[in-house]
DNA sequence: CGTCTTTGACCTGCGC
DNA sequence: GCGCAGGTCAAAGACG
């Protein structure tokens, strides 16, 4: 997604931003190098000051840091959002194209209402998630923090991978159900349909949107197909969605502090703009 | 032994 | 009534 190439410029990137010793002179440019120790000496007050000066950058800079990790994450969020409405206009359009009977749209649980004898019932809540797997894993199953029993397995017309039936392991109290599928373009992402609401607690909160957990490194909830007949345009479970991004802000600012070409580039940055307005 | 998964059979709703 | 396709059931087997 990201040229990285302009991190990798420079190998002297990696600069030490701790506030401690000095470099070494021969490190620093001839232009650039401090006047000679005995005047250092003579101005230790200053020294502190200027050390004080630094702190504050620093922390302007680290606030700043923070801003765009934040930025990062709207981002991230805002893409994750258009990709699933990506996936969704591209499952229905073959359909709309007449490649799925229309009567068969009918009974998706997904995009239509109930119904029964004495007219429209309600549809349970829907809502769907995209997670992203390891394209071999075949196991179709999403860790969203609940337990659920898998009652059927069923491959479908317009996609090649088979469709798991998932009851809620509290049912019959519980009536959520879901169904997940890999997608037909892409192998690596899976879509969980959640029919109903939970009545009850989650089973393992460590499970749901863990940063350290590979097998699903993105869990992302996404607009329902059929928005027209939800409640909201988007029916994201709003409860969730403050924690989701909270997350994904320390997901984001994890893994960047963990990128070391970016804490260099951050780094080099950061002295550039030192030389150019030394502190008072 | 209890729980869960697998999988073929069966059920259901729909258009023709 | 038939055919189609999605959804569900339930017996058998796996597993701890």
Known sequence: MMDSSWTNQSPSLSLD??????????????DQRSPPRKAEANSFHACGTQVGAIEAKLNQISEENKRLAEMVSDMHMNYSVLRGRLFDLASIAPQEKGSVSPKRKRVDGASCNYQTKHGEVPMPKTSKMYVRIDPTDSSLVVKDGYQWRKYGQKVTRDNPFPRAYF?????????????????????????????????????????????????AAAVLPCPSIDAEHTSQPYDLDEAELPKLQRLLVEQMATALTNDRSFTAAIATAIYERMLQSPPA
């Open 167 to 215: 009851r809620c392991s509290f049912a019959p109290s519980c009536p959520v159900k879901k169904k997940v599928q890999k997608s037909a373009e892409d192998g690596s992402l899976l879509l969980a349909t959640y029919e109903g609401e939970h009545n009850h607690e989650r089973s393992s909160r460590d499970e749901v949107y863990s940063v350290s957990d590979h097998s």
């Open 17 to 30: 931003l701790s506030v401690g010793p000095p470099r070494s002179p021969d490190q620093v440019p001839p």
